[in-house]
DNA sequence: GTTGACATTAACGTTACGTAAAGGTGTAAC
DNA sequence: GTTACACCTTTACGTAACGTTAATGTCAAC
């Protein structure tokens, strides 16, 4: 079957111009030209975009998509199993809206309390998933195929010392932590010590201190269930009892 | 509590710039402006900020956010309630993009075999969905809240009278293919009137006449389940029925 | 041989921000 | 007291993925 823009946009579902388009950025160009300069395509073309517009779907920008498609190494099925699992992830990723649009309801009819945090919970997980992807893709262009570990001290091209004493203060911070933890104290000697280690720590990873950052991250600790699950591995509480230490020992 | 751009931004996962652009498109404007010239937003922010991204993320354009929560009648708990109702849609579509790749993933394994038209299957509703949502807005601002009925007319700005003939002649299609129907040969006279009758029909839908897409559209009613449900109301097999006759007519 | 649907290129418009430039503010640290 | 640095500000140009308009060529049908 060959088909004009028209038909295949029809088909598609697609208007002409984006078909020019993506002709013109060449991501999809017509099997051929005939000669009255009408662009005529073919069945690789309909499969072609086909998983164009499945990529796009998942809001990869075209530019990608290109790349994704034009590799020699691009295996379609691979693709496939990944994009399926991205669909599954923003699956989930809307549930997480959905419920917190009927949290939003029952809190409108005064059944329910929420905090301004939670208000955006649905939208927040979005934002983690971006970044933890564009920091994998940082990471991988600047560090090629190295660990994960060394990727940790991306954000300021820290030298093999700087993240060895890193690794050390981290060790010894969870070592501390569960010291303090014991005496149940945040505000001890114990607990403010570690509050102070973990300054020297985010000092290292940031490059500099702020007070109210510092408070904020804690905060995190206990908000972001992936670092709840890191600082309560040991004692589940670890992590609250850090965000309490922090906030006296900044302040705020 | 109060915020400032750039604790507002964290809390809700969204760049400074957003929020300074929001303030010049007017659809949050800061609680009020301290003597630094800063932005500070409170409470009522918050919540504003809840809504817009709520219906951001359902792909509302800023303009039209605007337009839906600056509306006196705003009913937020109501709105709510729609914005709920859509999100299950999405979900819904989302379901169905799901289930394509799997389809899609099992065909490369040569599993099983898909036509050109399943292939799109997933966009095409959101197509659908998009085209209704436009068609319905446009009407609603061309006649206010008429009929549904009348809106059918809205493409060629159609008179009363126009549209009351249109009407005339789809009581008569669906009489004459009853009557068809039971003769069992969409070539016989009685099949080909009702091609020439849809002709007619859709002759003034359109403004002119297409065969390609008469048979295009007489695929439709059998691709279409809503289509196949109206006209198999009556009988089912006659939207196939009807397609064959119009393919003869046609000859496409 | 004239419609009218279809095709072409060229080029400017749009949305929702990103990004940089050039500068003022607030406060912790030396 | 001034340095440093994270904040804030406005102005303004850049970008992605097309939409839209204009001006023009092509093809099948009546």
Redesign the pocket.
Same mark, same amino acid.
């Given at each position: 079957m060959e088909y004009? *823009?028209?038909?295949?946009?029809r088909l598609a579902g697609?208007?002409?111009?984006?078909?020019?388009?993506?002709?013109e950025?060449g991501i999809l160009k017509?099997a051929r030209?005939?000669?009255?300069?009408?662009?005529i395509y073919g069945q690789n073309e309909v499969d072609r975009l086909q998983q164009i517009l499945f990529y796009?779907e998942l809001g *990869?920008?075209?530019?990608?998509?290109k790349k994704i498609i034009s590799a020699p190494s691009f295996d379609s099925v691979e693709a496939l199993r990944q994009h399926h699992i991205k669909l599954l992830e923003k699956k989930k990723q809307l549930e997480t809206l959905i419920m917190n649009v009927e949290k939003t309801i029952a809190m409108s009819e005064g059944r329910i309390k929420m905090s301004d945090q939670e208000k955006f919970e649905g939208f927040k997980q979005k934002l983690i998933d971006e970044n933890e992807e564009k920091y994998g893709k940082e990471v991988r262009e600047k560090y090629g195929d190295e660990t994960v570990d060394i990727s940790n001290a991306y954000f300021k091209n820290m030298s093999k010392e700087d993240f060895d004493k890193m690794e050390a203060l981290s060790v010894q911070i969870m070592e501390t932590l569960a010291e303090a933890f014991k005496t149940g104290d945040p505000a001890g000697s114990l607990g403010q010590k570690v509050a102070e280690l973990h300054k020297q720590w985010i000092s290292m990873c940031?490059?500099?201190?702020?007070?109210?950052?510092h408070a904020g991250l804690a905060q995190m600790y206990v908000d972001d269930e992936r670092f709840t699950a890191y600082y309560d591995k040991e004692q589940p509480g670890q992590a609250e009892f850090l965000r309490d230490a922090i906030r006296i020992f900044t302040g705020v």
């Open positions: 004009t *823009v028209q038909k295949l946009g697609i208007s002409t111009r984006t078909l020019r388009y993506y002709d950025i017509p030209i005939n000669s009255s300069g009408y662009r796009r *990869v920008s075209l530019d990608n998509i940031w490059g500099h201190y702020d007070k109210e950052a």
